[in-house]
């Protein structure tokens, strides 16, 4: 016997919306691991590393995660 789910697009867009939401950049930076964000309008590949000690830097991840400082 088959079963047949019906998916709930509303539940699905929640939970979306909550992945989304969730930051744990402070959990990070308060357990001494950077944390990286990005920032409206930041190019593909380009991120901010943020430091525990508040230190940041612009860095650029390529495509096999290599990471360079492009700025201070």
Same mark, same amino acid.
């Given at each position: +016997? *088959? ?6 697009? &509303?539940? +699905?867009?929640? #939970? =979306?919306?909550?992945? !989304?939401?969730?930051? @744990?950049?402070? &959990?990070?930076?308060? @357990?001494?691991?950077?944390?990286? =964000?990005? !920032? ?12 525990? @000690?508040?230190?940041?830097?612009? *860095?650029?991840?390529? !495509?096999?995660?290599? !990471?360079?400082? *492009? #700025?201070?």
């Amino acid at each position: +016997m *088959v079963q047949k789910i019906e998916p709930d697009i &509303e539940t +699905m867009f929640e #939970d =979306i919306h909550s992945i !989304e939401t969730d930051d @744990n950049t402070k &959990e990070l930076l308060q @357990n001494g691991v950077p944390a990286y =964000i990005k !920032e409206r309008g930041m190019a593909d590949g380009f991120m901010i590393k943020l430091y525990p @000690n508040g230190t940041k830097e612009t *860095v650029y991840i390529d !495509e096999t995660f290599h !990471e360079t400082v *492009v #700025d201070l």
